[in-house]
């Protein structure tokens, strides 16, 4: 652990980090007050970036190729935005000439206009307002007209819905 003695005999005392020295640029140099470049208040910029998550169109290819494996796909899902045609009224468009009924989305509104045309109407929700939202008995497709085209039946986003209540509820 990071500060704590690793002998397991040892008496554990707490160390702090280290202290991060910020030099600001020269431009800045003038306008410090209290020793804190910019004004009061202002912290250093990180030193490295978080990582960008996975978008939804990689997640996708990751997932159909098998290097994904289906939970992390599920989370990754679930945050991401999702492209859903739409019509005049309110909800969800369905497919019908389908085994099961399945609903149309997309990673992107690019993929949406490839299917539905460049005048379509559409509405965009997160994967987990999908899970929440889906009429039992319906499946989805993501990227119907993609290289890299997903079909969730029925059974699939049960299953999706399992995931999503185990992980917030445990």
Known sequence: ???YEQNPGA??????????QYAPPADMQGGMQGGVPGGYGQQAP?????PSPPSLADAVRAFTTGTLAPEDFQQIFATSKVYCPRGD?????A???TQQPVIPMFTSLKELRRYAGKESKYFVITGAEVIDLLPTGYGFVLDM???H???FDAKAV???VDFAMRRMYG
Do not use: I, K
């Not at 008496?11 to 991060?20: I, S």
């Open 1 to 3: 652990m990071y500060g």
């Open 11 to 20: 008496q554990q005392q707490y160390a702090p980090p280290p202290q991060q």
């Open 46 to 50: 990180p030193l490295y970036p978080e």
């Open 89 to 93: 009224n309110p909800g969800f468009l």
């Open 95 to 97: 497919l019908h000439n």
């Open 145 to 147: 007209e993609g290289d």
């Open 149 to 151: 085209r997903m079909v």
């Open 158 to 160: 049960e299953q999706m």
